[in-house]
């Protein structure tokens, strides 16, 4: 019988983008053929296309005393383990979940989840009283945790914050981006004034100048996500990361702060604006997202004086560039009267979260909105309805953390370069698989 026929090279593409990120990684074994289709630039751009879930990190932490000043004996938490897991993801998300085990045990948060990477920043925890701790950040771990790539960088001056990472569009090779300025611990906004680029691999940060053309003059207030992680909330569409700002120069107009990853410059455009209601949008109470069929610009506005949450996407993106103003419109509002009865708008506070993403089991379109308290509650456009889908927890001893993580099928070269450090394999006794750094 004869053998049957090579598909042609874009169909064979078509068909293996399709498949679970966890089969991809086998099918480099097959043939030459799919091993260079797989490793073709265009097959990580269609593969990056796919909708994102929502993902679980579960730090366990060790408690160690220490002795303050006063006399006071008090603790402080530090990590030995992080669990990788995403959230309700049934069948297609196997291998998960998956443990990285640090030899080191230090404080360690989770900065955010981009383009498949899992950013932890680990540094040395004073306490100064009962809840207040000093945390300097000695470096940060990228961990990708489907083809467990790992990578360790150092922060590049003592001070300031990590608000982004991005897979470069034509290297492919991760970068970071920092900014430091002013802190107000109170409301967890940063005013940059500095903002650096890391290209993951390379020896230096580098400085990127904020340079923007609009009327008003940009110096940014960022809202960050709450006194635990102090990172801000952001995302990327169309090569292009977006943070919700406040410029100090424009009253209490909310715009939008983009960074072109192609060819490295700021500029900004106009958020949404309400219309005869009196209340203008605010940084906090105001969340930025992607629709993951539609790839399409969102921003959810809660209003606690109606319990509504407001929806509003932004139609013509290719015209919301430096020169263009864009088209926002009202989607959707949502009532935030949970199904058991409760007002989700009276618990959104600084830390809370609103995402979007598909349901792994049927692929519906869900916004997850996430309180102070760790209840976490989902909103199904469909059927126009809420369900409680979790509780993320919070102890001493236990922390959990919710990303929006896209999976990634890069290599370590491809994306951290000679910064790619090798993970050991150990199995406890119990049978768990751990990854060592």
Not at 57 to 73: D, K, N, S, T, W
Not at 116 to 142: A, K, M, N
Not at 201 to 206: F, I, T
């Amino acid at each position: 019988m004869d053998a049957l026929p090579h598909p042609p090279d874009d169909v064979l593409m078509d068909i293996l983008v399709r498949l679970p990120a966890r089969y991809i990684a086998g099918c480099r074994a097959v043939c030459k053929a799919w091993r260079s289709a797989i490793a073709h630039p265009i097959f990580d751009r269609a593969h990056a296309q796919r909708p994102a879930a929502v993902a679980k990190v579960a730090a366990h932490r060790e408690i160690e005393y220490c002795v303050v000043q006063g006399g006071r004996l008090l603790d402080r938490p530090l990590t030995r383990v992080f669990v990788f897991d995403f959230l309700h993801g049934g069948r297609e998300r196997r291998p998960f979940p998956r443990a990285l085990w640090f030899t080191v045990p230090m404080h360690t948060a989770v900065r955010g989840s981009w383009d498949g990477v899992l950013c932890l920043e680990r540094g040395d925890c004073f306490p100064q009283s009962p809840s207040v701790f000093i945390v300097h950040g000695d470096h940060y771990v990228l961990w990708n945790p489907l083809t467990m790539a790992c990578a360790t960088v150092g922060t590049p001056v003592p001070g300031g914050r990590i608000i982004g990472g991005y897979t470069h569009p034509e290297t492919r090779r991760f970068h970071l981006l920092h900014a430091i300025g002013e802190n107000d611990h109170c409301v967890c906004h940063i005013r940059p004034t500095i903002f650096r680029i890391l290209r993951v691999g390379d020896a230096a940060w580098r400085e990127v100048p904020m340079e923007d053309s609009s009327a008003d003059p940009l110096t940014p207030m960022i809202m960050m996500r709450g006194s635990v992680f102090r990172t801000p909330r952001v995302v990327r569409l169309h090569n292009n990361l977006h943070w919700l700002v406040q410029p100090t120069g424009s009253g209490t107009a909310v715009r939008l702060l983009v960074f072109d990853t192609t060819h490295e410059r700021f500029w900004s455009m106009k958020a949404p604006e309400r219309h005869g209601s009196g209340r203008p949008l605010c940084l906090m109470t105001t969340r930025i997202g992607v629709l993951p069929r539609g790839q399409m610009l969102c921003v959810f506005a809660v209003d606690p004086w109606s319990s509504t949450m407001e929806m509003w996407v932004l139609d013509d993106y290719c015209g919301a560039g430096p020169s263009g103003s864009g088209s926002w419109r009202l989607r959707e509002r949502i009532s935030l009267i949970s199904w058991d009865g409760a007002d989700l708008s009276q618990r959104f506070y600084t830390n809370a979260e609103v995402v979007v993403a598909e349901d792994a089991r049927d692929g519906e379109e869900e916004v997850f909105f996430k309180q102070s308290d760790g209840r976490l509650d989902a909103y199904r456009f469909r059927r126009k309805a809420w369900r409680t889908v979790d509780l993320v927890l919070t102890t001493p001893v236990d922390s959990e953390h919710l990303v929006v993580h896209g999976e990634s099928l890069l290599q370590g070269q491809v994306s951290f370069g000679n910064a790619n450090r090798p993970l050991r394999k150990y199995v406890d006794r119990c049978g768990q698989r751990l990854y060592c750094l």
